[in-house]
């Protein structure tokens, strides 16, 4: 994915972050004003993560490109997802100009990794917003690398043509501590080191030509969906996707006992969508 990508460090004041006057408010005035805002989402049937509304929208504004943030070169949405996956963790906080908040954050991490949705006064999504470490895939049985959280990043996905200013409430937003975060020692506290601004390719496919394996019949290229996630690969009876199973045989045991003397595949490619099931 195509990406404008700004880094701005410090975290910056906010001027404008709940529709008040440039230079109107101090950060900690700010802050007071949002978590005065903010109320927590009485026992919801659903996480966030699994609303399909919710889901729709994050899969809207991110399609199916991939990235690291929370994990190593993973969906981007399901890394969204993922951080707004606690059940007891749901708050929503309405600004003066009828503009809102939805967040959550991953129980696994206390909160360290966490979303917010910023939603215009009709509901509209207009921007996104992950606390996150910028984690590298993990080599071998290494856990993966990750930024301290001491220093997170936050990372703001933003429509096209949308202005980095207008998504203000989420610098804010970041700067609430979870509960859990909160009582953490100061030296130990989380806090917002860098924020980047990316500007998002929904409509740009989950996967390349390339990727197809070599050996499937062009005939049945229509059949692979453009707005997809590549999930496996193979040809040659050997794997190819994903990286870590490279060149494994194509079919486990289990399948190849399963499948008795039928004939291997030429190729085989499988893919993942998120969409609606209609």
Known sequence: ????????????????????????????????????ATVPVPSPPLRLSAHPEIRADVFKLLGYARGSYTQGNTL???????????LD??????????????????????????AAMLFDPQRKLLALGLV???????????????LPRTHAVLTVFLPPDAQDEM????????????AM??????????????????????AQPGWEPRDVPPGFPASLLHLLLP?????SSSSGGKRI???????????????????????????????RSYADFH
């Open 241 to 271: 996707a994903p990286a870590g199973l490279a060149g494994l045989p194509m079919r486990t045991q289990t399948e190849a006992t399963e499948a008795g003397d039928a004939a291997m595949p030429d190729a085989s490619i499988t893919l």
């Open 167 to 178: 998504a203000a409430p989420l610098l804010v937003w970041a700067r609430q501590l979870p």
């Open 76 to 86: 981007i949405a399901r890394q969204v997802l993922d951080s707004m996956q606690s």
């Open 1 to 36: 994915m195509n990406t404008r990508i700004r880094f701005i460090l410090p975290l910056l004041s906010l001027c404008v972050a709940l529709g008040a006057p440039a230079m109107a408010q101090t950060p900690a005035a700010e802050d007071a004003a949002f978590a005065a």
């Open 89 to 114: 963790d749901i708050t929503r906080t309405m600004l003066p100009d009828g503009r809102s908040v939805l967040a959550s954050i991953d129980a696994g991490t206390h909160g360290a990794w966490r």
């Open 227 to 231: 707005n997809a996630e590549l999930n």
């Open 132 to 146: 996150n470490g910028h984690c590298q895939a993990a080599i071998g049985d290494d856990a993966p690398a990750c």
């Open 181 to 202: 975060l909160a009582q953490a020692a100061p030296e130990r506290r989380q806090s917002i080191a860098a924020v980047e601004y990316i500007t998002t390719r929904p």
